[in-house]
């Protein structure tokens, strides 16, 4: 399906792709890499993407985030403020 949106787009001569939104990132990202015109390229699309991995790429990069946690059930949200005041992550 990609290699057929990437003919479609080709043929009308693209110098680049801008996605409209946040759910166009992937393609944007997938296409522009196609085309061969300048890209952010796929390795790093989900951080475009998901704010929680955004933040945690920022932080893998060395440099300053806002502290997060990924929750999965209510008790760690209504947990997470009292254990990150204390320290524990």
């Known amino acids: 399906m990609l290699s057929e949106t990437v003919a479609a787009v080709a043929a009308h001569r693209p110098v680049a792709v801008v996605a409209a939104g946040e759910y166009g990132v992937e393609l944007a990202d997938a296409l522009s890499e196609e085309l061969g015109v300048p890209t ?3 390795q790093l699309s989900p951080a475009r993407r998901n704010k929680f ?6 932080r893998a990069a060395g440099l300053r985030a806002a502290r997060q946690k990924l929750v999965e059930d209510e008790r760690a949200l209504v947990d997470w403020p009292a ?6 992550w």
């Open 40 to 42: 952010n390229g796929r």
């Open 53 to 58: 991995v955004m933040i945690e790429t920022v």
């Open 83 to 88: 254990r990150s005041a204390a320290g524990a």
